[in-house]
Every structure is written in structure tokens, then in C-alpha cells.
């Protein structure tokens, strides 16, 4: 008798922008900057110094790459005077947890060498992306979806080749930390997840794990690079969403699901995550999922 497999329920929200290639001067410089996202360096051609705030300065070449972690002051320029540099840069920020925590503690503010698979992986996955950007060829679809792809396999080989990595780790903490940090993770995760959201906040998280509010918000922004605040309001955006996408809730029952006081305070909250209204994203919705019959009717659910 063949096996049952099951097939996980899989729940993705990749965010991508600022990406671009660029071939600077000899002395090049871009001001001081950081971002509430992470950013990945790529240096296609020449030499690239990379100056992050408390951490010192790092000069890396051709093949050679750095993840910068959010919220980290740094300048980059070209190391040389006179020759030009290329380089290919992307901001990045993800749903995973997991993934961010393993970035935090592993990967981020070093120079990734040249030989080894993560360096290899955001080299092949630069380089993709900035060619699916510029073939003309493709729908806005069609790029979306092979700058996803790209996307993906260089996060897939993050997680496969961290214990590989032998730089000097950074935003260290302990297995305490990590511990108590997906403990609040994780009820945050079944308060969002029950049919009706009740009203809730992080405090009551903190009070369950058996940890101060102050302690509780500290250690999971240093495990997970994010605030709870920012985790809680990003779950519930993606809840809010799923919500939207189906038929069976109109406007006014994803309101009382959601655990809004009223269904004006819903659509002001959902416009200030995604800056727009919950009837004009369904509207949005509605039209991707329209399919061209004999008879021009029809949606494809």
C-alpha cells in the first residue's frame, strides 16, 4: 500500500524592493542609511567597501557578498579611486521567523566569501533577478514570478548551508532567549489563528510565558530582528487577507473575525497596512482571478 503524504499548508509573504544593478566611478560613495529590511550586497565587478556602525569597515570583491541586518547604520562605496565597480543590490524582508532568527545569528554585517554556496546562491539569484528585470519578453507576471523563484532557492540555501558558515557570528543569543522567544511566537500565532481574534496584547503574551513585557519585547527583537508589535500587526494583515480571498465573508464578517470594534476601523486599519481599502483588494482580487471563456464570463476560484 502507498503511503499517505501530506501536504503542508504553506503561508508566504515575500516582500522585495530597492534591487537594482549598478556600475559606479572610481570614489563612488553613498551617504550613511538603514533600513527596516534586510539588504543583500553583491559585487559583480571590482571592489566594495562596506562600513557598518560599531562593527568596523569590510572590503570585498568580485563573487563576494554581505546581508546587512535591519535597523544597521552602514555606507558603502567603491574601495577604489579610480576604477569603476559594479554591483547588484536587493532589500528583502520575510513571513519566516526561523529564517530571520538563522540570519540574525549566523549570517548577517560579514563578508560571505566567494566560494561558499550562500555567496554562490545570491550571486546566481542577483544575477537572475536582474535579468528577468530587463527581458522584455516576459509579462510583469511572468518576472514577478521568476524573481520569486530566484528569491526562494537563495533563501533555500541560507537554510541548508548555515552550519556551514564559519564567520565570526553576529546578534548573538542564548538558547534561553531563543526558547522563551518562540514560546510568545507561538501563541501569538494561535491567537491570530482562532476563527474569532479575541482582544489580546503582548503583555498578555509576556504574563503567559512568565516574563516582563520590557524583558519579553527586548529578547524578541534581538532573536527574530523584528518587534512583536511589528510580528503581531503582520499576522494579522495576513489573516486579513486570506479573509478577503474568500467568497464566502463579506466586509462585515472579516471586521467581527478580526476583532475590530466596527467595520470602519477595520478598512482604516487595513488601508494603513496595505494602503488601500478591503473592498478595493477584493475588487483587486476579483479581476486576477478572472479567466477569458467563448462567452468572456467566468472567474477561476
Known amino acids: 500500500m502507498k503511503p499517505f503524504v501530506p501536504i503542508p499548508v504553506v503561508d508566504s509573504s515575500l516582500y522585495l524592493f530597492g534591487g537594482h544593478q549598478r556600475t559606479v566611478p572610481g570614489g563612488w560613495q553613498f551617504f550613511e542609511q538603514k533600513h527596516q529590511a534586510f539588504e543583500l550586497?553583491?559585487?559583480?565587478?571590482?571592489?566594495?567597501?562596506?562600513?557598518?556602525?560599531?562593527?568596523?569597515?569590510?572590503?570585498?570583491?568580485?563573487?563576494?557578498?554581505?546581508?546587512?541586518?535591519?535597523?544597521?547604520?552602514?555606507?558603502?562605496?567603491?574601495?577604489?579611486?579610480?576604477?569603476?565597480?559594479?554591483?547588484?543590490?536587493?532589500?528583502?524582508?520575510?513571513?519566516?521567523?526561523?529564517?530571520?532568527?538563522?540570519?540574525?545569528?549566523?549570517?548577517?554585517?560579514?563578508?560571505?566569501?566567494a566560494n561558499h554556496p550562500v555567496a554562490q546562491a545570491a550571486m546566481t539569484a542577483a544575477t537572475t533577478i536582474v535579468a528577468a528585470s530587463a527581458d522584455r519578453s516576459l509579462t510583469k507576471e511572468q518576472a514577478n514570478l521568476r524573481i520569486q523563484i530566484a528569491v526562494l532557492t537563495f533563501f533555500y540555501a541560507i537554510s541548508t548551508n548555515l552550519q556551514a558558515f564559519t564567520q565570526r557570528k553576529t546578534g548573538h543569543y542564548s538558547e534561553s532567549e531563543a526558547k522563551t522567544s518562540r514560546q510568545m511566537a507561538s501563541l501569538i500565532k494561535q491567537y491570530i489563528l482562532k476563527k474569532e481574534i479575541p482582544a489580546f496584547s503582548f503583555a498578555t503574551i509576556c504574563q503567559q510565558v512568565g516574563v516582563s513585557s520590557g524583558y519579553g519585547h527586548r529578547i524578541f527583537k534581538k532573536v527574530y530582528g523584528v518587534t512583536p508589535l511589528h510580528y503581531i500587526e503582520s499576522q494579522k494583515y495576513n489573516k486579513a487577507k486570506r479573509l478577503l480571498g474568500s467568497p464566502e465573508y463579506s466586509i462585515e464578517d472579516i471586521a467581527y473575525l478580526m476583532g475590530a470594534s466596527s467595520v470602519s476601523n477595520f478598512s482604516k486599519q487595513f488601508k494603513k497596512w496595505s494602503g488601500i481599502t478591503p473592498s478595493r483588494y477584493q475588487r483587486q482580487l476579483k479581476q486576477k482571478r478572472r479567466v477569458r471563456t467563448v462567452k468572456e464570463s467566468g472567474y477561476f476560484e
Open 41 to 113: 550586497m553583491c559585487v559583480v565587478e571590482g571592489r566594495q567597501t562596506t562600513e557598518i556602525k560599531g562593527n568596523g569597515a569590510f572590503d570585498y570583491g568580485a563573487g563576494e557578498v554581505m546581508i546587512i541586518s535591519p535597523g544597521t547604520l552602514h555606507t558603502n562605496k567603491n574601495t577604489s579611486e579610480t576604477a569603476s565597480m559594479t554591483y547588484i543590490c536587493f532589500h528583502f524582508s520575510i513571513e519566516s521567523l526561523e529564517l530571520k532568527s538563522e540570519l540574525l545569528s549566523s549570517l548577517v554585517n560579514a563578508v560571505i566569501p
